[in-house]
């Protein structure tokens, strides 16, 4: 089903991150259509410098080289003050330069990495993506992470059990202004969680307190480096770092 959507198209533009997702739809699409996908990879503050760096090998590994774009997301109001609605902004924001740049090599067609289980979500960033007319092949082909999973486990992809990604705004409560300092700390923090081989995770901000989201089982990993997060952590400006004991949750900063 997922080869039939994309096989409507002669050729494709995809937005790639390197995540599971989109690495997936770059790979079925180069199988189906050859030469003929352009991944296009937004770079910019809300995406830590070590995922851009493992996109872009990613992509080279599989015989596409990405077109990127450098994204200033404090030029866009509705990023820094942090509404409900950000994803929406941020997203028509991206999409649109994405857009620009997709027609600007002779590409009409864009594909996301948008699956059935973003539909139980909140995510308004889905809104950006319909007025733009970005296709979801994955979404339209009735696929859950865990199909993705499985399929990209098929095809020896690396990111079958990457661990789930999210922009780096997410972690900064609604309304609360998002600022470069902010997000420095929050990517100093989860280099330091994914240096550790955590199995998922997230280092919410609240303010100067960091509180760290990880799965139960990971909890000894944490408390036995804690010194050096401690460390990590007070360098980029936090005074307080917590261990939420419920474990990870997606959507916690939500509404």
Known sequence: ALKENIKRFPKVSIAFSGGVDSTLLLQVAIDVLGPNVLPITVNGAMLPDSEFAEAQALAKAMGAVPLVIDADVFSLENFVKNPADRCYHCKKFIFTQIKDTTRANGYEVILDGSNLDDMKDYRPGIK?????????PLKEAGLTKQDIR??????????????????????????????????????????????????????????????????????????????????????????????????????????
């Open 150 to 255: 499985d399929i990209s486990a098929y095809y020896g992809l690396p990111t079958a059990t990457k661990p789930a990604m999210a922009c780096l705004a997410t972690r900064i409560p609604t309304n609360t202004p998002i600022t470069p300092t902010a997000l420095t700390a929050i990517e100093a923090g989860e280099d330091f969680l994914k240096s550790l081989g955590l199995s998922q995770y997230r280092l919410r901000l609240l303010g100067e307190t960091a509180k760290i989201e990880c799965d139960p089982g990971d909890f000894t990993t944490i408390i036995e480096n804690r010194l050096v997060l401690i460390d990590t952590l007070k360098k980029v400006g936090i005074k307080t770092i917590t261990l939420d004991l419920a474990g990870y949750n997606c959507g916690n900063m939500n509404g």
């Open 128 to 136: 950006a993506l319909g007025e733009l007319g970005v296709f979801s």
